[in-house]
């Protein structure tokens, strides 16, 4: 999906905001988010997630998630999962773009490169993925957006 200027549009997206700043590894505190993908055919696409972090209270060079994709509609195939580790430092610097607040980073990276996807609704389950805490704190909002490869072109995007 194209528009104008050379903008590459998103099938899908939503944003999920962490009222508590906080993401957990436990599976009754899950953060669930509904997925309508609208095409008629399967289409290969990439899962980007702009994350917006408060850099004074996440205190981890990087944000270790589970994301868990399961079709909904009487669909048998077992879940997809994919573990993700999202680098927030490099070298000691805090990686993003500074907010006017002066304490929340927006950083941008394409967590799941190679998806396929048909027509239908799905469930994406969001975890903390760090056996050793049951939570993270420092997760201030989640912007998830959905790309087809073809749109993006060939470049390899992180």
């Known amino acids: 999906m194209l528009a104008g200027c050379g903008e590459v549009v998103p099938v899908w997206k939503q944003e999920v905001s962490f009222p508590e700043y906080?993401?957990?590894?436990?599976?009754?505190k899950k953060l669930e988010?509904?997925?309508d993908?609208?095409?008629e055919t399967s289409r290969k696409c990439r899962m980007e997630?702009?994350?917006?972090y408060d850099i004074s209270g996440i205190g981890r060079p990087e944000l270790p998630l589970s994301i868990i994709l399961q079709k909904e509609s009487g669909d048998i195939s077992p879940p997809k999962e994919f573990?993700?580790?999202v680098p927030l430092q490099a070298e000691g610097e805090w990686?993003?773009?500074p907010q006017d607040n002066e304490v929340d980073y927006v950083i941008t990276y394409i967590v799941i490169p190679d998806l396929e996807l048909?027509?239908?609704?799905?469930?994406?389950?969001?975890?903390?993925n760090d056996n050793?805490?049951?939570q993270i704190y420092g997760v201030v909002k989640i912007l998830a957006r959905l790309y087809e490869n073809e749109a993006l072109g060939d470049e390899k995007l992180k």
């Open 83 to 85: 573990n993700v580790v």
């Open 37 to 39: 993908f609208p095409e």
């Open 118 to 128: 048909e027509k239908g609704e799905y469930s994406m389950n969001l975890y903390a």
């Open 33 to 35: 988010i509904s997925l």
């Open 95 to 97: 990686l993003g773009i």
């Open 132 to 134: 050793n805490n049951d």
């Open 49 to 52: 997630f702009e994350i917006t």
């Open 22 to 28: 906080t993401l957990y590894h436990n599976k009754a």
